[in-house]
């Protein structure tokens, strides 16, 4: 093996790292807008930019029935000083790969987060001209006067432009071909102990083929999924209203399984 520029430290114990030959680094990486908070690492592994929240569901991804459809998670390692999550990169065993990420569930912001913007309510330039930009005609007259909106109002808007709503789950380029891995997740989601008991917020679904015929579907982002208090379990299905804490995911899980399923007869 080559000396590697990346220090190991923090093991969590969850696996050795794979004895593949080290590529050259891909351009593509498993999330698509998130520059410099992913490295392409070596022998078939991807660095993110250290999350304490997604570490620890990594940590209970590994011990879970969802361990199959997540990547394989390494531990913590260093950089300049900097952490990382090291996990599996999806894409080593792709050739030139066709990528769709499928953010999941009926919404993409937590609870605390709507809390935290009404004790500090701030209306923000920024998001106003994000609004007009995309409809001139959303802003109230009070918001055209201040040029300024809410950050809960701006988010709710933004998830009405999307499927999030009405289907629990918001597209990015869409392939088919991958019904069955869908089904397959499902039928683990409704088993899984930590599916249970954590708000999946944020999470998408990555989505991979290539012209050998490969596919792969795979769960990918939890710096947004959060631990339930111990009395509190979800179903994902049930309609989110604030303070249940329901988050959408196999509703909009089961709207995907359908849609594909539709589709097929016709290609």
Known sequence: MQNSAWKKHKSCGTSSLLPMTPKKPQQWLQVVGHAGSFHVGDYGTLLKKFCEGEQQCYLRLMEDVLRPFVPVYHGVVQRDEQDYNMMDNLLTHFNSPAIMDCKMGSRTYLEGELQVARERPQPRNDMYEKM?????????????????????????????????????????????????????????????????THEVVGSSLLFLHDWTGRTGVWMIDFGKTVALPAHLTLDHRTPWVEGNREDGYLWGLDNLIDILANMLPLT
């Open 132 to 196: 007009v930009a995309v409809d001139p005609d959303a802003p109230t007259v009070q918001e055209r006067a201040l040029q300024a909106v809410l950050k809960t109002r701006y988010m709710q808007w933004r998830e009405t432009l999307s499927s999030t709503t009405s289907l629990g789950f918001r597209i990015e380029g869409f392939s088919w071909g991958y019904l069955r891995r869908l089904k397959q997740l499902r039928q683990v989601l409704e088993a899984s102990d930590f599916f249970r």
